[in-house]
């Protein structure tokens, strides 16, 4: 599988900022999954990105996958308490198995 | 449709015991992956089978092992448990590669 690194580890936000989130590989990339974690959860498929720079939007989320194919990003505008969780990027070489960066840990404070 | 069942939810084992967890993919699913949750290392992909065959292992000691039915349920087997496989272990079923993974709720593994 692929390796991804996913950054930040961890990020503390205020209820209404801004939160991003990136996912960088060395190697390109045919798609990049992305899941969110609520804690005490299971990962939940959010989207698929699969063309040179694609960006798919889903209510206030926003995902890029770069020109290059060999990163991508999640943005959340205007966080809430419900965005609480961990979000892992999970990048698709053609193989059969899923990689999961390490996750970003969004915490949101009210 | 349902989900992905895994069973049992929880579990308590003692070191050098063997355990088999069970996970239900969707119907109609034929590859299911399994992984190990900690929160030093994050999901780490243990394999993968689609129609009955491993197609894919993770970089996981040879006392991991698993099977998948001709019912594409899936049974993982951990042998001579130790203290540091206490984790979560997460199923997902998936309609072909690189498709959308849906995850079971998870077994939680406790080692003592």
């Known amino acids: 599988g692929q390796q991804v690194m996913q950054i930040p580890q961890y990020q503390h936000v205020q209820e209404g900022e801004d939160f991003t989130t990136y996912c960088n590989s060395s190697t390109t990339l045919s798609n990049i999954q992305w899941y969110k974690q609520r804690p005490g959860g299971h990962p939940v498929f959010l989207i698929q990105l699969v063309k040179s720079g694609e960006v798919k939007k889903q209510k206030r989320l926003t995902f890029q996958f770069g020109e290059a194919k060999k990163n991508s990003s999640l943005h959340i505008t205007a966080t809430q308490t419900t965005d609480v969780g961990t979000y892992f990027c999970?990048?698709?070489?053609?193989?059969?198995?899923?990689?999961f960066g390490k996750g970003t840990k969004l915490s949101v404070i009210p | 449709k349902a989900g992905v069942t895994q069973t049992p939810r929880y579990l308590i084992k003692t070191r050098g015991q063997q355990v088999t967890l069970s996970c239900s993919p969707i119907s109609g699913h034929r590859s299911v992956s399994w992984y190990q949750q900690t929160p030093g290392q994050g999901l780490q992909f243990l394999f993968e089978?689609?129609?009955?065959?491993?197609?894919n292992k993770g970089n996981f000691p040879g006392r991991f092992s698993g099977r998948q039915f001709s019912n594409s349920r899936s049974e993982m087997n951990v042998s001579t448990l130790e203290l540091g496989d206490s984790a979560l272990y997460l199923c997902a079923s998936s309609l072909t590669t690189n498709t959308e993974a849906f995850f079971g709720q998870g077994t939680r593994l406790t080692v003592v």
């Open positions: 089978y689609f129609s009955e065959t491993q197609r």
């Open positions: 999970a990048p698709g070489a053609g193989s059969y198995q899923l990689t």
